[in-house]
Each structure stands twice: as structure tokens, then as C-alpha cells.
């Protein structure tokens, strides 16, 4: 079961942190791309304080704390789930004289 914890938490925060620092870099790069203009299509979306431009400076508002919280909460996940495990592990193997509580229910 702690495996199982470990495991979930490691997995999951991970595929969270991954998400986050795309989105985050795509939002950003989306208002760079209109306030550069090097190409046609950014031209036709249209020059800064056009409603494009309105909407990626509000996408970089959000996507900036993506990118920037990602590594960091991740890595206080990890430490968490870990002092979690060990804090926590003699109580779980004392459940049932190491068997656990799902074998404890079924007898």
C-alpha cells in the first residue's frame, strides 16, 4: 500500500508538472509570437492592444505561475510523500502483524 502511495503520488505529480511548464511556455510564447510580428500571420492577428493581444497577455498572466511553480511543488511532493512513508510505514505493517488491513477485513 505504501509502494502503491509512493508510486501514485510520483506518477501523478509528475504528469502535473509536465502539463503545467507546457502550458505555461505555450501562453507565454503565444503573446511573444503577436508582439513580434516576424511573420504574416502574427501581423494579422494584429499589433499590441488589438483584442488578440488582449487575450495572450492574459494567457501569459496565467501561464507565468505555471511555469514558475511546476519544479518547485513537485519537489516538495516528493519530499512530503517521502517523510509521509516514513513516518507513517511502522503503522501500517503493524496492521494485521504485516498483512494489512484488507486481509484483516476478509477473515
Not at 487575450?55 to 501569459?60: E, L, M, N, T
Not at 517523510?83 to 503503522?91: H, K, Q, R, T
Request: aromatic share 8%; glycine share 14%; charged share 15%.
Amino acid at each position: 500500500a505504501l509502494a502503491g502511495m509512493l508510486t501514485g503520488g510520483l506518477v501523478s505529480g509528475v504528469q502535473l508538472a509536465v502539463s503545467m511548464s507546457n502550458t505555461g511556455g505555450a501562453w507565454d510564447n503565444a503573446k511573444k509570437y503577436i508582439e513580434a510580428g516576424n511573420s504574416p500571420h502574427a501581423r494579422e492577428l494584429g499589433p499590441k492592444g488589438s483584442d488578440c493581444h488582449k487575450a495572450a497577455v492574459i494567457g501569459d498572466t496565467v501561464g507565468d505561475p505555471l511555469k514558475d511553480t511546476s519544479g518547485p511543488s513537485l519537489n516538495i511532493l516528493v519530499k512530503l510523500m517521502a517523510v509521509e512513508s516514513l513516518v507513517f510505514a511502522p503503522f501500517f505493517y503493524n496492521i494485521n502483524h504485516g498483512q494489512g488491513l484488507i486481509f484483516q477485513l476478509f477473515q
